[in-house]
């Protein structure tokens, strides 16, 4: 037997035809598909970071206002009369506005 009818022998083999490839596209996208999942893992965290309110500054270029819920309380409450009020019926569902 000759070194060349070995080869052929060898290559017309069904598993050197379609079993070595398989095998090697397989592990081959298993290297392939990790590189992908961690570059879309960075760049989702990258998106998601959390901003520091200075990097928010430097950002929108405009001065932050002091913010107190205590002022914001008071502001809204001056706003608002608990002395006269009237209550408002709000018809249901199925019912007419004539209905009340």
């Not at 914001?72 to 009020?85: G, H, P, S």
Request: hydrophobic share 35%; charged share 35%; net charge positive.
């Amino acid at each position: 037997m000759s070194p060349k009818g070995g080869f052929r022998a060898v290559w017309q083999s069904k598993f050197v035809q379609y079993g070595v490839p398989m095998i090697l596209l397989m592990v081959g996208a298993s290297f392939g598909l990790r590189e992908v999942a961690a570059f879309r893992i960075e760049s989702r965290e990258e998106r998601s970071r959390k901003l520091s309110v200075e990097e928010i500054d430097r950002m929108t270029n405009t001065p932050r206002k002091k913010f107190s819920m205590g002022d914001e309380f008071e502001r809204l409450k001056a706003d608002v009369d608990i002395d006269t009020w009237e209550n408002k019926r709000v018809p249901r569902p199925g019912e007419s506005t004539r209905d009340l």
